[in-house]
Nanobody, 123 residues
C-alpha cells in the first residue's frame, strides 16, 4: 500500500487547511484510513479516522467540531479539512491504513504509513 499525504503549510491561527491522502495498492476489501500528528517532543496521536466499509468516523476530542475527515472513493483519496486552526495544531501530519471494519485512533493498529506533511499554525 502506498500513501501520500499533502496539503500542509503555514497558516495563521483561525485559518484553514485541507490535507489530502492519496492511496493506492490496496489488496483488502475493507480498511480504515487515519490521520495522525506528531509535534516536536510529543508522541504521535490519532486525529481522525474513517472506515471504508461503513463510513464510520472518529475524532480526537481536541479537534472535534474543527476538523472533518471525508473520502472520495473515485480517486482513492481521504481528506482532512482543518478549520479554526490553533498553534497547538502545529505538527507533522501523517495518514495511515489499518485492516479495520470501522476505524480507530490508536496508531498501533495501523500498518502502512505515508510520509508526513508539516502543518504550522503561527501568526
Amino acid at each position: 500500500v502506498q500513501l501520500q499525504a499533502s496539503g500542509g503549510g503555514l497558516v495563521r491561527p483561525g485559518g484553514s487547511l485541507r490535507l489530502s491522502c492519496a492511496a493506492s495498492g490496496f489488496t483488502r476489501d475493507y480498511y480504515a484510513i487515519g490521520w495522525f500528528r506528531q509535534a516536536p517532543g510529543k508522541e504521535r496521536e490519532g486525529v481522525a479516522c474513517i472506515g471504508t466499509s461503513d463510513g464510520s468516523t472518529d475524532y480526537a476530542d481536541s479537534v472535534k467540531g474543527r476538523f472533518t475527515i471525508s473520502r472520495d472513493n473515485a480517486v482513492n483519496t481521504v481528506y482532512l479539512q482543518m478549520d479554526s486552526l490553533k498553534p497547538e495544531d502545529t505538527a507533522v501530519y501523517y495518514c495511515a491504513t489499518a485492516p479495520l471494519l470501522g476505524c480507530g485512533l490508536g496508531p498501533e493498529v495501523y500498518d502502512d504509513w505515508g510520509r508526513g506533511t508539516l502543518v504550522t499554525v503561527s501568526s
